[in-house]
């Protein structure tokens, strides 16, 4: 199903679609307002774009020094080529200790590697602890947004699932009274987990540490109760040095929701005594990312969501329509690199104008790359019969003035004869579906130009 | 597994471009004043209490805190609740409060650094229901650039911890106490 057909089933709810677009641009005014604030903000974007620029050209430098010395610290590092190795690797690590019960703090990679089925095939008890993606995993949903994974829901929706599933009063829809609920749920995990596994936001090559933000306090709290940590990255999130977190740091919350810095932005190095650290790194199709020079630069992106809170499409749309871990802009543009013909509608869900390549902190040309990968998928034949034949027909009638010339005259009369049914018809003029066509004027443009140059 | 690590390096080295040149990070100044620190702790939904004298620190915990509080500090004679890294967990769920040391605070963003070493066992600033941070008001730096260049090291575990818990994950609308401490309070001396 292609990204407008799914589209349509989020739209059929307008009350909801539009508030949906206005928490969103909220969010993206929230970000403005944390932005105009910090008077350098232009210039970290630049030196973000350019870590990360540099970390890429270098990444296999960075990802031996990485490894180097997080083994120094006591850390096990692992590599896993493509997202099934990736969930073998963590099943292993869970066998090996025996633990059937585990926590699980936000992670898109884990996502994107779909572990929780996974594991849960295996006999796994893994339970998100993001609140947001607890909700969502009560529901058997995917997440909706990188920052906000349960943003397409309304309190009731909550109020009824966690009535459903943790026993609250039916029709208790209070945020507060549902969040303590939540707290309670899952404290009881935290407490008795003996595995858990986190995301990774950086990972720093010179300390061999990895880094995590969370506002929550659910990664803190389960990866230092539980005996073994296993942290899960996508091998882009490397930085070089201590020092370039601090760029980091400053652009990310304000660009993901506008809060000067998360709750905990902590810094993982070495095992507490006695404990286990792991550390898995993913490729999952990066490295062919690396070698496409067009689109290696979508690998800058740090996840903060701005592009998702920006794009009128998005917005308008949902996270769910996009049928991607990473919904939005970015994942438009990072989709169809992993499958070129299931994602092929991801790059249209665009307008092209701009806002998210505006509002990225680490300047990926996000709207360019949706353009380029158009090009791309035309080539490739992914288009839509549809569109490739209007298309053609469309070019030909532009290389040809006369013909041009004879369809407007012939569109000009037909507009005022035919019945308005005929010319609005949904099956083949969706142009038509919300919009009424334009009244159309007695003569072109081009018959008035050269009845001037005449007068003159 | 080791396969992967070298099938992996080398598609990566096949596929990065050619080395792009590592900026050099200047060290953006601003504002490092207590005005400027405290205004920003309680737009996150933490408070600042100025405490005179580093001697009344238990006076002040006394005033802010019930008298019942099963509390953890290294920095408390009236702390109840011994804690250290072999700490039980069930001992750790029961604690109320945790008063620890604070190294340094960040103006622009209210956060605070906390090195394992001042945190007793590395789950309790996030376990407690409350958590109180002291911290020497001349330990104030202005930005990230600052706070960084401060750390020689991470060590094992650090955190730069900014106000209490908190989500927004239902409609967005902030509730405070997600997961870790329900508040924060910066007890600056």
Redesign the interface.
Known sequence: MSHSKRSDIFLLDTERTTWHDA?LW??RQKRDKAVYA?P?FQ??RQ?AS??K??T?????FY??QFEENARR?GVQV????DAH?HNQ?VLGLLQQHGATRVVKSKSMLTEECHLNPYLIKHGVDVID????ER?IQLRDEAPSHVV????H???ED?GDTFHLHLGTEKGNND??Q???T??QH??EK??VSEVAISGVNFAVAE?G?VVVCT????A??GV??AKVHIACMG?EKLI?R??????F??ILTRSA?G???????????????GKELHVV?V?NGR??Q??R?DF?NSLKCIRCGACMNTCPVYRRSGGHSYDFTIPGPIGAILSPNIDMRKHASLPFASTLCGSCTDVCPVKIDIHTQLYKWRQVLGQEGEIPASKKWSMRLLSRVLAKPAMYGLGGKVARQGLRFLPHGLTHGKGYNPWAIARELPEPPKQSFREWYAQQMVKL | MSSSREKILAAVRANQPDELPLPTVPSFEGDDSVEKFTSIVQGIGGTVVEVTDAARLPEVIHQLFPADYRIASPLLPEANVPVDAQTPIEVLAAVDLAVLQGEFGVAENGSIWVPEANMLHRALPMITQHLALVLDRRNLVATMHQAYARLPSVGGYGTFLAGPSKTADIEQSLVIGAHGARSMVVLLV
Request: glycine share 4%; no cysteine.
């Open positions: 928490t909220f969010v910090t350098e210039e970290l030196l350019d870590i620029d540099h890429l050209s270098r990444l296999d990802l031996q610290n692992h590599w896993a080529a190795e690797i602890t993001d609140l947001g909700i906000l994974p349960a943003i829901l309304k309190k909550v945020p507060q549902l969040t303590e939540a707290r899952l404290r935290f407490l300390t540490s506002n929550e306090g659910n803190d709290l230092n109760l091998m070089p201590l020092s370039d977190l601090s760029v740091t400053r929701t809060q000067p810095i998360t709750t905990y932005t902590s810094h993982f190095s070495k095992p507490a005594e790194i490729d490295t062919k690396l070698g020079p290696r």
